[in-house]
């Protein structure tokens, strides 16, 4: 799926080829100014948001950018930790890798921007904390989740000490670490843990504030996972309706949520309810992030299984194109 890219973007990359092209590599001091030049070019972009697929393409190709120079800024000895925006700009890519379903560039891109921000800021600094914090997701959204959990829970003790237990960035860490135990299946320890952060982050943030939404979506799959599938499903069609207001019907929250609302019919037995929604959700998740991004494809599985559900076997054969007659 070939996305547009943003002339800003387009720009800075020109500038950063030209800045090596016109400065010999094999020189060390040049290499270094070199370096520090590009660094700060990439750092003056626009902040594009990386939740948004419309700037995937700008992203793709400042990651290709980002991934390049952060191997000549290790070899030149400059730090990857100034300026400020530069910082910024990093975790702005690594969200990007992790909403476009490209979790194993983000998990290598994540430790070594980790590992440089940890010696040169400090464990607990806070952006230190946030490449953390995009290194957990990433393992997470690769299913590594035994990995992940430990960045979790440091990340979530060291801003408990720092700023408190209900801080808008502590009850994000409580949220990241109870979508873990969810991944892991322990719905019991999650369970706990999910309920306690979506009531401080309603009592905190408000009921529609993006992380009180997530921490409930954690509390609804934690009751999935216990088999409480109703009262999940009630939690999930509140998080859509939340989404819809937020930010529309077709952006990637909310078509998500709708997806999970789809779950959650289908274990109940409600399974052309279920094939109705992902029915509808599949060209939108196609048009949204393509055919190959895994939330299509999941979308595509959920409709066969719900089509096979109903002994429509023929329909759910064509969903993935169907068995060939030989």
Same mark, same amino acid.
């Given at each position: 799926?070939?996305?547009?890219?943003?002339?800003?973007?387009?720009?800075?990359?020109?500038?950063?080829?030209?800045?090596?092209?016109?400065?010999?590599?094999?020189?060390?001091?040049?290499?270094?100014?070199?370096?520090?030049?590009?660094?700060?070019?990439?750092?003056?972009?626009?902040?594009?948001?990386?939740?948004?697929?419309?700037?995937?393409?700008?992203?793709?190709?400042?990651?290709?950018?980002?991934?390049?120079?952060?191997?000549?800024?290790?070899?030149?000895?400059?730090?990857?930790?100034?300026?400020?925006?530069?910082?910024?700009?990093?975790?702005?890519?690594?969200?990007?890798?992790?909403?476009?379903?490209?979790?194993?560039?983000?998990?290598?891109?994540?430790?070594?921007?980790?590992?440089?921000?940890?010696?040169?800021?400090?464990?607990?600094?806070?952006?230190?904390?946030?490449?953390?914090?995009?290194?957990?997701?990433?393992?997470?959204?690769?299913?590594?989740?035994?990995?992940?959990?430990?960045?979790?829970?440091?990340?979530?003790?060291?801003?408990?000490?720092?700023?408190?237990?209900?801080?808008?960035?502590?009850?994000?860490?409580?949220?990241?670490?109870?979508?873990?135990?969810?991944?892991?299946?322990?719905?019991?320890?999650?369970?706990?843990?999910?309920?306690?952060?979506?009531?401080?982050?309603?009592?905190?943030?408000?009921?529609?504030?993006?992380?009180?939404?997530?921490?409930?979506?954690?509390?609804?799959?934690?009751?999935?996972?216990?088999?409480?599938?109703?009262? !999940?499903?009630?939690?999930?069609?509140?998080?859509?309706?939340?989404?819809?207001?937020?930010?529309? !019907?077709?952006?990637?929250?909310?078509?998500?949520?709708?997806?999970?609302?789809?779950?959650?019919?289908?274990?109940?037995?409600?399974?052309?309810?279920?094939?109705?929604?992902?029915?509808?959700?599949?060209?939108?998740?196609?048009?949204?992030?393509?055919?190959?991004?895994?939330?299509?494809?999941?979308?595509?599985?959920?409709?066969?299984?719900?089509?096979?559900?109903?002994?429509?076997?023929?329909?759910?054969?064509?969903?993935?194109?169907?068995?060939?007659?030989?």
């Amino acid at each position: 799926m070939t996305r547009p890219v943003d002339p800003a973007v387009e720009q800075a990359h020109t500038d950063v080829l030209d800045l090596f092209l016109s400065n010999p590599a094999a020189d060390p001091i040049g290499l270094g100014t070199v370096c520090r030049a590009a660094r700060d070019r990439l750092a003056l972009l626009p902040a594009l948001d990386p939740h948004d697929p419309r700037t995937w393409g700008s992203y793709a190709l400042i990651t290709r950018d980002v991934q390049t120079l952060l191997g000549y800024l290790r070899e030149a000895g400059v730090p990857s930790s100034e300026p400020e925006h530069f910082r910024f700009l990093l975790i702005r890519v690594l969200r990007y890798l992790y909403e476009a379903d490209r979790a194993a560039p983000g998990v290598l891109l994540a430790e070594m921007v980790h590992g440089d921000w940890e010696a040169r800021l400090g464990e607990s600094h806070a952006d230190t904390l946030k490449a953390a914090e995009r290194l957990g997701a990433c393992l997470h959204a690769g299913g590594d989740s035994e990995r992940s959990r430990p960045l979790f829970e440091r990340i979530l003790v060291l801003r408990t000490r720092m700023f408190g237990s209900t801080d808008p960035s502590t009850l994000l860490a409580s949220c990241n670490l109870g979508a873990c135990l969810n991944q892991l299946q322990d719905y019991e320890a999650a369970s706990e843990l999910n309920r306690v952060t979506a009531r401080l982050c309603e009592q905190r943030l408000g009921k529609d504030d993006g992380t009180t939404v997530l921490a409930t979506g954690n509390l609804a799959g934690s009751l999935f996972g216990l088999g409480e599938y109703r009262k !999940a499903l009630a939690l999930y069609r509140d998080i859509h309706r939340r989404h819809l207001r937020a930010s529309g !019907a077709d952006s990637l929250a909310a078509l998500r949520a709708e997806a999970d609302v789809s779950i959650a019919l289908h274990k109940l037995g409600d399974h052309e309810a279920a094939r109705a929604v992902n029915a509808d959700l599949l060209p939108k998740f196609e048009r949204a992030v393509g055919k190959d991004h895994a939330a299509t494809e999941q979308t595509r599985s959920r409709l066969e299984m719900n089509l096979r559900a109903l002994g429509r076997k023929e329909e759910a054969d064509e969903v993935h194109g169907g068995i060939p007659n030989f």
